[in-house]
């Protein structure tokens, strides 16, 4: 159960003996790591006293969870173009751009997505902190598409639910290498960290479990089109199990061939529909981002010259309330 206060979240414990932290986790949907961290910050209290993460909850205590509104001053907005698909009180749809960095972070303070957002929108949540306020969750730098952004706590915590739940529909576009024999499948294997190269994610058994369906819907020849659908949300998930299938992402140099391409300079990987409750109505909504530029560029190279079908109907529509 949740009641929303203002600067505040206040949960309800639902199961005796929980351990603090994990039911905080659980029912906000926000990382156990980030609880912790929270926790040592002061910003947790059981029925008014600060608890360890160990600490075993009884039925029906309060847990509140402070939160603040990031302040825009601590990264600078900036005036950059964003395609909003849809947007109300408590959250927004973007469409991103291939190239758009999502955050700020060492080696791009500037230009991402995050500034954009602070420049375009009157508000964002606090959760995420003062260098990813609003971010509910992340595409890569070079992968193009939707992302919801949280314009506050309550929606913030609602929306990270779903996807932690994983009743959020994310489905994707993905160009690979090769001609995929199989009509449809289903990859499920554990993603982690590669043991070797640090900066890459793999297929590995001590791995968390990942889920992705795929079906094709264009054979190009040395190419195909797929889609993908998402049940988790492991980094490099697409990308890491089109490896694992030995048929790569077209443009990926990390996991795929290292020259990008049908003159791609990333990835062609296009998160093109996203599905879900809206976090205060409970509106079931769906949203729709078409083929930017540089995928139908690929595909054209690759051979294709036909009609769109994986459009479904021509002028599939956004919820525009």
């Known amino acids: ?25 659980r029912a906000s949907g926000i ?8 926790i040592a910050q002061g910003a947790v209290l059981v029925d008014g006293a600060l608890e360890k993460p160990s600490y075993k909850l009884s039925i029906g205590a309060k ?42 972070a060492p080696g791009n303070p500037h230009g991402t997505l995050v500034n954009a ?38 929606a ?15 489905e994707y576009l993905a160009l690979v290498e090769g001609n995929v024999k199989e009509d449809s499948g289903v990859v499920d294997a554990p993603i982690g960290r590669h043991p070797v190269l640090r900066k890459r994610m793999a297929v590995v058994k001590s791995g968390r479990s990942a889920l992705t369906h795929w079906n094709v819907l264009e054979r190009l020849g040395q190419f195909t089109l797929i889609e993908a659908s998402l049940k988790t949300g492991r980094t490099h998930q697409i990308r890491v199990h089109a490896e694992y299938m030995h048929h790569p ?8 061939s290292a020259k990008p391409k049908l003159g791609l300079s990333g990835q062609a990987l296009h998160a093109y529909r996203l599905s879900l409750t809206h976090p205060r109505t409970g509106e079931e909504m769906s949203f729709f981002a078409p083929l930017p530029r540089y995928f139908i560029e690929a595909l054209r190279q690759a ?13 599939a529509k956004n919820r525009d309330r």
């Not at 964002?124 to 598409?145: E, Q």
């Open 1 to 25: 159960m949740r009641l929303a206060m203002s600067g505040e979240l206040v949960f309800v414990a639902d199961r005796q003996g929980e351990r603090l932290d994990s039911f905080l986790a």
């Open 31 to 38: 990382s156990r790591a980030q609880i912790q961290h929270r």
């Open 63 to 104: 847990v509140l969870l402070a939160v603040t509104q990031a302040k825009a001053l601590d990264v600078t907005p900036e005036e950059i173009a964003l395609d909003i698909i849809y947007q109300d009180k408590d959250f927004a749809i973007i469409n991103k751009a291939q190239g758009m960095v999502v955050h700020p």
């Open 117 to 154: 957002l602070l420049f375009a929108l009157d508000d964002l949540s606090g959760i995420g902190g003062v260098l990813r306020p609003g971010i509910v969750h992340r595409l890569d730098k070079m992968t193009s598409g939707l992302l919801v952004v949280a314009k506050n706590d309550y």
């Open 156 to 170: 913030h915590g609602a929306l990270a639910a779903q996807f932690k739940a994983q009743t959020v529909c994310r």
């Open 249 to 256: 992402v077209a443009g990926d140099t990390v996991y795929g």
């Open 303 to 315: 051979g294709w010259s036909g009609i769109p079908v994986w459009e479904r109907t021509e002028g």
